[in-house]
């Protein structure tokens, strides 16, 4: 038999924004969550777990996922799934995908256990049906017969170049599946991603699970507004040009240009701590 999981221990919480309505069983496992008023565009959050030393994935065959970095807490998953239950929008980068090909990013699939509870959640807020899910892909390389859109459990919209757009549009592709081509070259910005998923979703609370690249270009474009981030109190080390990935990749700030957040909540589950920071959007 699997022992209870504990409930989240409150160290410091700013108390912004209005609490969401959470079920009893998730409001005692992870307490009173708060989010910003509703305002014009989206609210665009982040969710990673890290080691001590800053790795977010070993990025090695079976062990590229965060699990490996949490030591696969069933307290970051349940966070993982609370953070889906109330988004409108999942986005995630192609190499994300690629790590976990099976995988399904509902709140559903990464916590069953308390399904029922993300359901009701979901339907608390008056979110019908489960968030669109967003892939995004510079090269259109991607296998449609993967679960995430071959099953039907989420609406998928696919954000790629013009050239990944004509690799993608071929026949046997789910119609559930939605291309959008954006203009320009090999690069997509954050800011045209945004663009892409507003003219599909009028939804007000967008969850970016990753990559570092494509998390780096979000806060590259100031397009950030919190970092969820699971503190794991794992080593795990790294080599001289090694492919084990940071928060944030492929983008410098510092130090002509610090992005510096506030922290706005702590919580402590066990020997991990759940940390919540805020970043300045205009």
Not at 31 to 42: K, N, S, V, W
Not at 91 to 111: P, S
Not at 230 to 257: E, H, K, W, Y
Request: hydrophobic share 40%; glycine share 10%; with cysteine.
């Amino acid at each position: 038999m699997k022992p209870a999981l504990a409930p989240l221990e409150t160290l410091y919480e700013t108390k912004r924004g209005k609490a969401l309505p959470l079920p009893p069983r998730l409001a005692r496992l992870y307490g009173p969550l708060r989010m910003p008023l509703a305002r014009a565009r989206p609210h665009v959050i982040s969710n990673f777990v890290t080691a001590l030393d800053g790795v977010v994935s070993l990025n090695e065959r079976g062990h590229a996922s965060g699990g490996d970095i949490s030591g696969f807490s069933a307290q970051d998953r349940m966070v993982m799934g609370l953070l889906r239950a109330i988004a409108d929008v999942v986005i995630v980068g192609a190499g994300t995908l690629g790590a976990d090909r099976h995988h399904v990013w509902t709140a559903e699939r990464i916590f069953p256990s308390l399904a029922d509870e993300y359901r009701q959640l979901r339907t608390n807020l008056g979110k019908r049906g489960p968030p669109l899910m967003v892939v995004v892909s510079g090269s259109g390389r991607l296998d449609l017969s993967l679960p995430v859109f071959k099953s039907g459990e989420m609406p998928a919209l696919i954000v790629t170049t013009a050239a990944g757009a004509k690799r993608l549009r071929k026949p046997g592709a789910p119609d559930s599946v939605e291309i959008r081509a954006v203009r320009g070259g090999d690069a997509i910005r954050a800011r045209s991603i945004l663009e892409q998923v507003r003219r599909v979703s009028s939804g007000k609370l967008i969850l970016v699970e990753g990559g570092p690249r494509l998390l780096g270009d979000f806060f590259a474009d100031h397009l950030l507004d919190e970092q969820f981030l699971t503190l794991a109190p794992q080593i795990a080390g790294r080599n001289v040009g090694d492919r084990r990935l940071s928060l944030v990749m492929g983008r410098t700030f510092a130090p002509r240009s610090p992005l510096w957040g506030s922290l706005i909540d702590v919580r402590r589950g066990k020997h991990l701590l759940f940390l919540r920071y805020s970043f300045p959007c205009p």
